[in-house]
T-cell receptor, first 111, second 115 residues
């Protein structure tokens, strides 16, 4: 079974709007990572947040982590058409060094 | 810098044939991962290596699948004999170290179709 589960499954927004994707997981974790996958390409690492961190920023990306709720969110501000992609969270936890990926959120940004 | 390189990008073959997928990790990376991605099951870890040694192959579906890493710059994933249910996109990824606080760098995958 998957450790991380994203919601929504799909999201469609207009260029310039913000996009928020959520990830929930089942067991305690050490780290949580977010990845992006463009159609027909491999996954690209976006950001990593450690279990003792609550928020992290990278450019237009903001990630939050709530370990009490076992959830994380990825916010993309001022979205662009080029942000159209699938977004995945990945967690470790009891899997040790292995990452387990969620099912992903498909984001479509309309120009 | 070159990223993770996978070959072939696409493979179409008939059931029962042997399939070999290849991966060149990023130079200097000590860990290598093989994943399979399908619509039904998402992205699944098949096996990972650390310093060329297989560490965890619990995700390998069955004995028809095997993976090797003869040196730090090359790995193969072999399916013999192949079956239609093996159709998927297979990704190779590498990271500097095997710890989960390391970002993984993915290749663009091999899209495998078994007829």
């Amino acid at each position: 079974s998957q450790q991380g589960e994203e919601d929504p499954q799909a999201l469609s927004i207009q260029e310039g709007e913000n996009a928020t994707m959520n990830c929930s997981y089942k067991t305690s974790i050490n780290n949580l990572q977010w990845y992006r996958q463009n159609s027909g390409r491999g996954l690209v690492h976006l950001i990593l947040i450690r279990s003792n961190e609550r928020e992290k920023h990278s450019g237009r990306l903001r990630v939050t982590l709530d370990t009490s709720k076992k959830s994380s969110s990825l916010l993309i501000t001022a979205s662009r058409a080029a942000d159209t992609a699938s977004y995945f969270c990945a967690t470790d936890g009891r899997y040790g060094n292995k990452l387990v990926f969620g099912a992903g959120t498909i984001l479509r940004v309309k120009s | 810098d070159a990223g993770v390189i996978q070959s072939p990008r696409h493979e179409v073959t008939e059931m029962g044939q042997e399939v070999t997928l290849r991966c060149k990790p990023i130079s200097g990376h000590n860990s290598l991962f093989w994943y399979r991605q399908t619509m039904m099951r998402g992205l699944e870890l098949l096996i990972y290596f650390n310093n060329n040694v297989p560490i965890d192959d619990s995700g390998m579906p069955e004995d028809r699948f095997s993976a090797k890493m003869p040196n730090a710059s090359f790995s193969t994933l072999k399916i013999q004999p192949s079956e239609p249910r093996d159709s998927a996109v297979y990704f190779c990824a590498s990271s500097l170290r095997s710890q989960s606080n390391q970002p993984q760098h993915f290749g663009d995958g091999t899209r495998l179709s078994i007829l």
